[in-house]
């Protein structure tokens, strides 16, 4: 075993390599960027070394530097986590070169899986099934259309060198081709500095199904069964379960075994996943699912640790013993499942608007009960702590939350219970978002397909809590806050309506689910209290119990935790759900808040790419008119209604804020 590594990655995977390695005694040491002097990784890693600047090619992509700084501590190997130089050939050789153990498979491994047209040749080769497509070197973008209009469609673009969602495009119609190909290049170009795509024809109701892998250097190769991956946004995951639901011991043990086939097929040292698509001809007959290669990931995923769960290993001390020369600390004979987990990603973003990606600072960041690596039943993985800022530099992952039950009804019952325990404010997130999902009655049944978020669309976005108790606990908690911030015992100064005799009555203004109100605080001498929000008063009362409000209003009975930030604004969390309550001015109202027409700003900080419009252009609602990109995302900025552009403000790559007037437009 090693006696020290460099962990050549940030954020939770880090942390997460960084557990494993504390265990087993291994030293470790983090490197970081400007933006990432007091992380969690940092802290938590016995050395660590400053490799650059923010952005990514500035730091963590600067695999010179994190070589030096191997060699500098004294690291005998590299473990990549994920992402950045997980999978560059390159890195995995300097590694070598430079007397290093890359924590993973052997450079030829890499680029043969790395490039996914010859990965597919190589799957072609050994047996792999493989969807119909194009996987050429020929990229003349005549020759793509043509090859998409013979598939038929819908079609689907990938990037050849891509991974992650990035660089993907999937197309309707021909007319559609040219525009997703440039679009689908450029982001492929940004993300992995090759813009060669591939062509598939997109399987209609289709599953992912991937197939944990793992190989030693002494000829052994095994399967640790499969993760169902079908639930994602922009061709990114969301939630990832295993065991998949409906798979039959039968075809488990087939996509397994082609698994196992397509790893030998390269010789697949360290841990790995193939990734399938699954074409089912109904949810309730998976003994006529078919499965197709996708890709292999040659590293540990996102996703690994519902794979632990299941099977009760460390998937990351089976890689430092693998790559120390050990041989698999098991057999396939010897590997069982046990229960079903449940990841579910929370992000920084905001679902309600096209889940563009969020910054900020994690001003509360509260996580469920018993929510830690040792923890079998309720796990979270991160590499942040309340008061840290999710930046715009690196991916919107804040946290990973992982469930186990005996079942999957027990794991999605103790789910749900997690994130209605998690508590975050300051950032926008996901986690309703996550809870309407598997809420929803697709996931309830296990109707699992790709497209399952856009067929619950009506259950799973603006779904914030409408209830009349949720507005009393944020007036209450307004108050108190108020009370505590006047340091005073003096009753004729409180703020809290005290008085010795009569009533008194405070009014407040809220903006409430998109509308707004008005809530009327009456105080009677004998200290019971009214309150009338619209046409609804009644008693209201409240106490304290720990952390959270107990609330009765209007007949209801609410169990609350509010958090009220410096504006006023009251983040309120209860088993039902969450909602934010935003204080306003007495005299405001919501007419007067509007946005000025014609305006057309960044949603979030990033770099512009392009305009599609030039200055004098006639345009119609809903055109595409320029493209940002952020968090390694593109994001296309469209008309909200028909106009002329009078001007641009910004050039292609240029640096701006969020909420900056991109370009100007007459309507």
């Known amino acids: 075993m090693f006696k020290k590594i460099l962990i050549a990655n940030r954020g939770e995977i880090a942390c997460r390599v960084a557990a494993t390695a504390r265990r087993l005694g291994v030293k470790t040491v983090a490197v970081y960027s400007n933006a990432d002097a007091q992380a969690k990784h940092v802290q938590l890693c016995d050395e660590a070394v400053h490799i650059g600047g923010n952005a990514p090619k500035d730091s963590y992509l600067r695999w010179e530097r994190i070589l030096q700084a191997a060699i500098d501590t004294g690291a005998q190997a590299v473990h990549p986590g994920y992402g950045f130089l997980s999978e560059n050939e390159d890195f995995a050789k300097a590694c070598v070169a430079a007397g290093l153990v890359f924590i993973g498979p052997s450079a030829d491994a890499i680029r043969a899986m790395g490039l996914k047209a010859e990965s597919k040749r190589l799957m072609a ?40 969602g990035k660089g993907m495009r999937i197309v309707n119609a021909s007319a559609e081709f040219a525009d997703a190909l440039a679009s689908c290049q450029r982001e492929a170009i940004n993300s992995f500095g090759n813009d060669a795509v591939l062509i598939e024809k997109y399987v209609q109701r289709p599953r992912h199904i991937e197939i944990q892998v793992f190989g030693d250097s002494h000829g052994n190769c095994v399967y640790l069964f499969e993760r169902d991956c079908s639930v994602q946004r922009r061709h990114q995951k969301v939630l990832e379960e295993a065991p998949a639901p409906g798979m039959t011991p039968a075809l488990r043990q087939r996509m397994g075994e082609a698994a196992v086939d397509a790893a030998k097929a390269v010789n697949y040292v360290g841990a790995g996943t193939v990734e399938f698509i699954v ?50 600390p098991a057999q396939q004979s010897e590997l ?26 994690l001003q509360v960041y509260r996580k469920p009960h018993s929510s830690s690596f040792e923890v079998a039943t309720v796990r979270i993985d991160d590499g942040v702590r309340e008061g840290d800022t999710i930046s715009p530099h690196y991916d919107s992952m804040i946290a990973k939350l992982i469930v186990r039950g005996d079942t999957r009804e027990q794991a999605l019952a103790r789910l749900d219970v997690a994130l209605a325990e998690t508590r975050i404010v300051g950032v ?15 996931f309830a049944k296990a109707q699992l397909d790709t497209a399952l978020i856009a067929r619950e669309e009506a259950v799973l976005f603006k779904q914030e809590p409408i209830g009349l108790p949720w507005l009393a606990a944020a007036v209450v908690a307004h108050c108190v806050q108020q009370e505590q911030a ?3 015992h003096d009753p004729f100064s409180r703020r809290d309506g005290w008085q010795a005799f009569g009533v008194t009555t405070r009014k407040f203004g809220v903006m409430w689910a998109g509308q707004h109100h008005t809530a009327a605080l009456t105080y009677a001498h004998n200290g019971q209290l009214q309150l009338q929000i619209g046409d609804t008063s009644a008693e209201l009362l409240w106490r304290e119990d720990g952390e959270q409000l107990v609330i009765d209003f209007a007949g209801q009975r609410l169990l609350a935790q ?40 960044a949603p979030m900080p990033g770099k512009v790419v392009s305009f599609l419009v030039n200055t004098g252009d006639k345009v119609k ?6 493209v940002m990109e952020a968090m390694k995302m593109e994001h296309t900025i469209a008309a909200p209604a028909d106009g002329e552009v009078i001007e641009l403000l910004y050039a292609p790559g240029d640096q701006v804020a969020e909420g900056a007037e991109l370009l100007k437009l007459k309507t």
């Open 125 to 164: 080769q050994a047996g792999v099934p493989l969807v119909p497509g194009y996987h050429g070197q020929d990229q003349d973008p005549a020759l793509l259309q043509r090859e998409a209009d013979g598939m038929g469609y819908p079609v689907l673009i990938k990037a050849s060198a891509g991974g992650g």
């Open 279 to 328: 074409e089912q001809t109904a949810y309730d007959r998976p003994e006529d699912m078919r499965f197709f290669f996708m890709e292999m990931n040659t590293r540990l995923q996102v996703e690994h640790p519902v794979t632990e769960a299941i099977t009760g290993l460390d998937l990351v001390e089976w890689q430092l013993r693998v790559a120390s020369g050990e041989p698999l």
């Open 336 to 361: 069982r499942i046990h229960g079903h987990a449940i990841e579910a990603r929370i992000c920084a973003e905001t679902p309600d608007n096209q889940f563009l990606p969020a910054t900020g600072r």
């Open 428 to 442: 926008s997130n996901n986690v309703q978002f996550l809870r309407h999902v598997i809420g929803s009655a697709s």
């Open 486 to 488: 006047t340091q005073t």
């Open 562 to 601: 509010v958090f009220v930030q410096p504006d006023g604004t009251a983040h309120v969390f209860a088993p039902q759900g969450a909602s934010r309550i935003q204080w306003l001015d007495a005299l405001a109202h919501a007419g007067e808040v509007q946005e000025a027409g014609g305006r057309l700003s």
């Open 621 to 626: 609602a809903g055109q595409a008119l320029a």
